[in-house]
DNA sequence: CAGTGCGGGGGGC
DNA sequence: GCCCCCCGCACTG
């Protein structure tokens, strides 16, 4: 592994963020030092410094689905977001938590992905486009030169995380485990339970409806059934954790798609088989908890956006929430209430944790706003390669219903009230909140409610080019999501050691 | 079959 | 010219 800068104080900085440089640079910084660990799931305007070695790397792997996108330039290569797909009904599953599919990167596999039903609620399956770049997809941009390769990310993920590229193998190896199985009926014993067993990948779907095995099989497999557990988990801390494809853990590990723990804070609502979190450093302001849900206390939550916009925005800002009336106040806040929406707070520069909460408004989801002019060509884009996106609410928020939503955040609230970080009273407001979403590029001035250190770090860089150039800021070292929380917040006196992975 | 990278080409600004 | 996107192709696992 490369020699790591990030142990010592300036840890939240990554090394690619201490230099200055674009890369769209002639020249780029020759013979780095130094190299930063690979980040699954960067997000925000961040550039990070690869060793040329680093195989991930070499594979211009991310957690988002990035398509490659053609920049007509042969030395950097560019990737845009697809971002996640989703059941159009926002079902809930068993555990309280929402599919959040990983888009196929194949435009004919993806058009097949959102044919196929939900494999929960068998409902339409829809793709949420990712538009956190002034309306545009979020961009990744890779250039090897050297013994480095440069990455540099353009925008802030405004949808939940999907399934991790990983996760995604991980799980279809798994399905065809479970085909392979299935399909030996002759050697199993009548009595060996199958749809049921505790090997079932599916025991994640209990709360399907019975079906018959193959039809459970073909739907599962079909769909790449996955959970929201763990996508939801926009913590960008899940860079901390080293992904990892541990099927024979999974297979051997049957109980349940997540594991309880004493701490709260440490709630895994992932599957045994997708992340293997580092160590409870690592789950500090973990989004998990925030993602678990008590069975007990979990309605028949259909309102999937909502919590999946707490779940996403929790993970990204928990840390703000700790102890705010986050039910309370996400209940309430309608589009009118006038006040600053947490994404204005989050600004578009290097607080990419904060991202732009799209689904922050229960009534309007961002991704359901209008786009903003700048916009248009990716709506078509959109709706050319997007067969579910549709420019109206959610079906899930129309038969939302209040309590249900409560009950949802209340869970939601109670991890985030294990979160090490101070609170942030804040004004909503939608309108702002949407137009700053839509045009980054255009933020207006963004409002201070309360004492939020963290805002400093949005503002730090008005402007996305900024904090390529501002070497040396405070704020840069905003790093993926959650991360970048922590790591504002860690200025701020929070102690708090962000680079726990180790590959 | 799907993921990935490359490159031609269209269209908007 | 730049950016976005679509599309087809070839290669790979």
């Not at 130094?34 to 790397?57: L, N, T």
């Not at 079909?222 to 541990?246: A, E, I």
């Not at 106040?329 to 600004?347: Q, S």
Request: glycine share 6%.
């Amino acid at each position: 592994m490369p020699a790591d800068t990030t142990q010592d104080a300036d840890s939240l900085l990554s090394y690619g963020m201490k230099l200055t440089w674009d890369i769209n640079d002639p020249q780029m910084p020759q013979e780095p030092a130094h190299f930063d660990h690979f980040r699954e799931w960067p997000d925000g305007y961040v550039r990070f410094i690869y060793s040329s070695q680093e195989k991930k790397a070499q594979r211009h792997l991310s957690g988002w689905a990035m398509r490659n996108t053609n920049n007509h330039n042969g030395h950097i290569l560019k990737k845009s977001c697809l971002g996640v797909v989703v059941c159009a009904r926002a079902c809930a599953l068993q555990d309280g938590s929402h599919l959040q599919l990983r888009p196929a990167i194949c435009d004919k596999a993806r058009l097949k992905q959102q044919q196929k039903a939900c494999p929960n609620c068998h409902s339409a399956l829809e793709l949420v486009p990712c538009r956190g770049h002034s309306g545009y997809p979020v961009t990744n941009f890779w250039r090897l030169d050297g013994n480095a390769i440069f990455f540099q990310a353009k925008g802030v993920h405004d949808h939940p995380r999907p399934e991790s590229k990983s996760e995604t193998e991980a799980r279809r190896s798994a399905f065809k485990r479970q085909m392979a199985s299935f399909y030996q009926p002759q050697k199993r014993s009548s009595r060996e339970p199958e749809v049921g067993n505790p090997q079932d990948i599916s025991g994640n779907l209990s709360s399907m409806p019975a079906l018959e095995p193959t039809e459970r099989l073909d739907m599962i497999a079909d769909t790449s059934f996955s959970m929201t557990n763990q996508s939801c988990l926009s913590f960008p801390n899940s860079d901390v954790l080293g992904v990892t494809c541990d099927l024979p853990t999974f297979q051997g590990d049957v109980t349940l798609p997540f594991q309880k723990y004493s701490n709260p804070s440490i709630y895994l609502p992932r599957p045994p088989w997708s992340y293997e979190l580092a160590g409870p450093v690592g789950t500090g302001p973990n989004p998990y908890p925030t993602l678990y849900k008590d069975p007990s206390s979990i309605a028949d939550n259909t309102d999937w956006v909502h919590l999946n916009s707490l779940q996403y925005n929790v993970s990204s800002y928990s840390s703000y929430e700790s102890s705010l009336d986050f039910t309370a106040k996400y209940h309430g806040w309608k589009p009118t209430h006038g006040k600053p929406g947490l994404e204005e707070r989050v600004d578009y520069g290097q607080c990419q944790a904060v991202t732009t909460c799209p689904y922050y408004n229960p009534e309007l989801p961002c991704r359901y706003l209008p786009r903003p002019p700048a916009g248009t060509q990716a709506l078509q884009t959109v709706i050319t390669t997007t067969v579910a996106y549709q420019a109206y609410q959610h079906p899930a928020l129309k038969h939302s219903d209040s309590m249900q939503e409560v009950s949802s955040l209340a869970s939601c609230t109670y991890a985030s009230e294990n979160l090490p970080v101070p609170i942030y009273p804040q004004a909503l407001d939608p309108p702002d909140a949407t137009m700053q979403a839509a045009s980054p590029s255009k933020r207006a001035p963004v409002k201070l409610p309360g004492d939020c250190q963290v805002l400093r770090c949005a503002l730090a860089s008005p402007h996305e080019a900024d904090p390529f150039r501002t070497d040396g800021d405070a704020w840069d070292v905003c790093l993926s999501g959650m991360g970048s929380v922590v790591g504002c917040l860690d200025r701020t006196g929070q102690p708090f050691t962000f680079e726990s992975e180790e590959f």
